[in-house]
């Protein structure tokens, strides 16, 4: 299934099902590495992939770059925290155009990374989407 554009979509609850997100992904769009590259949600009850801008916090709006930052254990690049100041939110992130980021399964490695989510919420960030491990 193809993802939807943010022509297509960009709200940040799935347009098919109406269901939150549960990780987010970077990919590379023809092929390219690109800095500017798009970021998907991705529906914890579908699955459904749509874009949605990468500096803006999918729960509350926030799109100040000093409010929503990103977070990663050292030396990792395949998967890393987005988390908003204002709701003190976060999503986690899969970098799909990373080495080794074409064997991720987001829906699947959010459960493999749970270390990332006790690190959030041990810092006062609370998961506001789906996540299939109930964290």
Excluded: N
């Amino acid at each position: 299934m193809k993802p939807l554009s943010k022509e297509e979509w960009s709200g940040p609850a799935c347009p098919a099902c109406g269901g939150l997100p549960q990780v987010s992904v970077i990919r590379e769009e023809s092929g390219e590495f690109m800095a500017g590259s798009p970021r998907y949600l991705v529906c914890g009850r579908c699955a459904l992939w749509w874009s949605f801008a990468r500096a803006t916090c999918p729960w509350c709006g926030e799109d100040d770059s000093r409010r929503v930052g990103s977070f990663s254990p050292e030396g990792e690049r395949l998967v890393r925290i987005d988390a908003c100041d204002a709701c003190r939110a976060y999503v986690k992130t899969f970098d799909l155009r990373e080495p080794g980021g074409k064997d991720i399964v987001p829906l699947v490695d959010d459960v493999a990374t749970l270390t990332l989510d006790v690190w959030a919420h041990e810092k006062g960030l609370q998961r506001s989407g789906v996540s299939l491990a109930g964290v």
